[in-house]
């Protein structure tokens, strides 16, 4: 069975800085595309970034610049390291991943498109 577990969160003030980890477990980590979403209170989920088995990278227009998303296949994590934050980025933040392996699609940067996800972690950013 495959489990996602988030950790990390928290609050920090505004332009500080957050490291979000994810660890994966119950399949072959390094095969499948992985991805951040986040969701604000009262909106929609929404993707943040996602990197593919090959670390290839994608990111939202509202984070470019600021987060960096990574993965370890050799400790089954991935990481999204957030900089310069702002009040607009508190969320609970999720990772998720699709259940295809070696396969990207602009489908993955939707909600509907992943198939496993993590129960989240609260951030929390201070003006």
């Known amino acids: 069975q495959v489990q996602l577990v988030e950790s990390g969160g928290g609050l920090v003030q505004a332009g500080g800085s957050l490291r979000l980890s994810c660890a994966v477990s119950?399949?072959?980590?390094?095969?499948?595309?992985m991805a951040w979403f986040r969701q604000a209170p009262g909106k929609e989920r929404d993707f943040v970034a996602g990197?593919?088995?090959?670390?290839?990278?994608y990111y939202a227009d509202s984070v470019k610049g600021r987060f960096t998303v990574s993965r370890d296949n050799a400790k089954n994590t991935v990481t999204l390291q957030m900089n310069s934050l702002k009040p607009e980025d508190t969320a609970v933040y999720y990772c998720?991943?699709?259940?295809?392996?070696?396969?990207?699609?602009?489908?993955?940067?939707?909600?509907?498109?992943?198939?496993?996800w993590g129960k989240g972690t609260l951030v929390t950013v201070s003006s």
């Open positions: 119950g399949r072959t980590f390094s095969s499948y595309f």
């Open positions: 998720a991943t699709p259940s295809r392996a070696n396969h990207y699609s602009s489908d993955y940067q939707t909600p509907g498109g992943m198939d496993y």
């Open positions: 990197i593919t088995w090959s670390s290839s990278t």
